[in-house]
């Protein structure tokens, strides 16, 4: 029975990753997913982890798996042409370490614009305990793997954006 339900929740997946994927503008997005306050992260996460630029890179990454047009584009960004991607980097939480387990977390925010006006809005959160081998990750490792999959998640909101939506976990 389980099996069934994860093999349609993944085909459910593919569909919306795929009706995004059709889709003819490309969404703009910056360089990085800035922290909204950086007051409120670890310092050692912030020296460390440069989990702005990760966030970035991992979209990028998971949106070319799936075929779906993101652009880095300052210039439209700031212009707010086309459809425009706004994504900061609201928390992140490194607890624990390789001898007594992980415990990490990391919350964005994003909005979606068209031609300067919002058409849907999105939190997101997304933890992990390491995985397999977790007592041989660092802990920015295990961020990131929060980063891919919170990719994934932004993915799919993006093929049917909505307001105040709540993703991930």
């Not at 003819?24 to 670890?42: C, F, L, N």
């Not at 980097?89 to 415990?103: C, D, L, P, Q």
Request: proline share 2%; glycine share 10%.
């Amino acid at each position: 029975m389980d099996h069934r339900w994860n093999a349609a929740c993944i085909g459910l997946c593919l569909l919306t990753l795929a009706d995004l994927a059709v889709a003819e503008d490309p969404v703009y997005v910056g360089k990085t997913a800035p922290y909204s306050d950086a007051t409120q992260i670890a310092k050692n996460i912030i020296d460390e982890c440069g989990l702005p630029e990760a966030q970035m890179k991992v979209l990028h990454e998971q949106a070319k798996e799936v075929g779906v047009a993101i652009v880095e584009d300052e210039a439209a960004v700031a212009a707010n042409k086309g459809r425009v991607l706004l994504l900061e980097t609201v928390s992140a939480i490194s607890a624990g370490n390789a001898f007594t387990g992980h415990r990490k977390q990391v919350v964005v925010k994003g909005r979606l614009l068209e031609n300067g006006e919002e058409i849907g809005n999105f939190s997101a959160i997304r933890g992990s305990m390491g995985g397999m081998w977790a007592g041989y990750k660092s802990s920015c490792s295990v961020l990131y793997r929060c980063q891919t999959t919170l990719a994934r998640d932004i993915l799919g909101w993006l093929a049917h954006p909505s307001k105040d939506a709540r993703i991930g976990e």
